[in-house]
């Protein structure tokens, strides 16, 4: 009797044991440089919900594989939601300028894609510009600055879509290489692709400071190209950004889509405007009632990025309002913006 109690308390253990890592989990949400990371600090915000998570994990890398600080332990983050601030990695005071690979997870050890999250910021220590950001499962992400600008291929990581990129600003272009790429060329589209310009040819390393071209208005397809050639001048690969990016000269800030515009009062458009071809000296407003069909001046006065207008008077709801934004140098137009479709009533 005793026997059968003691082999059946410890199948009771090895299954609470097991039950306990099997069913142990932890899903990413989000990842966030830390108020205080920089060239003496890694530290990241991390947004994840966990639950019976046992081990976390954090790390600092340079790019030439030098660990900074890494720790493995018991995590007190085993059943949590939400953003965890200042998930602390300290290293040693690093150069001006110095690229920082931080990387964690929450989970178990070992970890496996189905029961931990991972997080990984790549960023440049003195500016804290982000060059790769990635969450997920465990498995997603790079986990050192080697791995983002080393990659087995040649990888794009900035820009790699969604950004808006003022125009006639400069910007720094992100790629990971093999070590036998030693030699990039890289173009731009501005219309997803269909056709390249050149940004630059023959350029070492991994980044370059692209002065993006004006243009008279956002261009809303854009992508970069990188192509990498090894020492005897051979192609040896080429990527480019995921998905489209803007390059934006004016944006209408209001009034919003969908928006509701009280009729026959004073309501003020405001806009930001970014490098033009020319500087400019005039602004024209106009509006539409009907979704562009017909465009009229508008009456008001003009402030600085701003424009007080007098809006009509309308009999009815006039659901399909736009405004237009337009910037002259002289004669010329050197920049255009519609806003989106907003009441007036």
């Known amino acids: 009797m005793h026997i059968l109690l003691s082999l059946l308390i410890n199948i009771i253990i090895v299954f609470f044991a097991f039950s306990s890592n099997v069913f142990a989990a932890a899903t990413a ?7 205080l990371a920089g060239c003496d600090d890694a530290s990241l915000d991390i947004t994840f919900t966990s639950g019976n998570a046992h081990r976390e994990f954090g790390q600092a890398t340079l790019e030439a594989g030098t660990i900074l600080n ?10 949590f939601s939400g953003t965890f601030i200042n998930y602390g990695i300290s290293i040693p005071l690093q150069p001006d300028n110095t690229v920082i690979g931080s990387y964690a997870y929450v989970g178990e050890t070992p970890p496996s894609f189905s029961d931990t999250a991972e997080f990984f910021m790549l960023y440049e220590c003195t500016t ?37 990129i003022e125009s006639a600003s400069d910007y720094n272009i992100w790629w990971g290489a093999p070590p036998v790429a030693v030699s990039f060329t890289l173009r731009y589209s501005v219309d997803n692709g269909v056709t390249w310009g050149k940004i630059a040819t023959k350029v070492p390393g991994n980044s370059y400071i692209w002065h993006v071209p ?37 944006n209408i800030a209001t009034p919003v889509a969908r928006a509701t515009v009280p009729q026959g009062l004073p309501y003020t458009i405001t806009w930001t405007a970014n490098g033009t071809s020319s500087p400019p000296d005039q602004v024209v407003v106009k509006y539409t009632l009907n979704n562009g069909k017909t465009w009229k001046t508008a009456q008001g006065t003009l402030g600085a990025s701003s424009f007080s207008w007098n809006v009509p008077a309308v ?27 907003f009441t007036v009533q």
């Not at 969450?135 to 790699?160: E, H, R, V």
């Not at 309002?321 to 910037?327: D, E, F, Q, T, Y």
């Open 70 to 79: 890494s720790f493995e332990q018991n995590t007190t983050l085993g059943n």
């Open 128 to 164: 804290r510009e982000v060059i790769v950001s990635c969450y997920g499962a465990y498995g997603t992400c790079s986990q050192t600055a080697a791995d983002a600008l080393q990659p087995a291929a040649l990888t794009l990581l900035k820009p790699n879509g969604g950004e808006t």
């Open 29 to 35: 949400e989000g990842v966030a440089l830390n108020a």
């Open 214 to 250: 004006t243009s008279l208005v956002n261009q809303k397809q854009c992508l970069v190209k990188v192509i990498g050639y090894n020492a005897d001048g051979v192609k040896v690969g080429s990527d480019k950004s995921d998905e489209p990016f803007i390059i934006e000269v004016l």
């Open 315 to 341: 009999s009815k709801p006039k659901n399909n309002a736009k405004v237009k934004v337009i910037l002259k140098a002289g004669r010329v137009t050197v920049a255009k913006a519609v806003s989106g479709i």
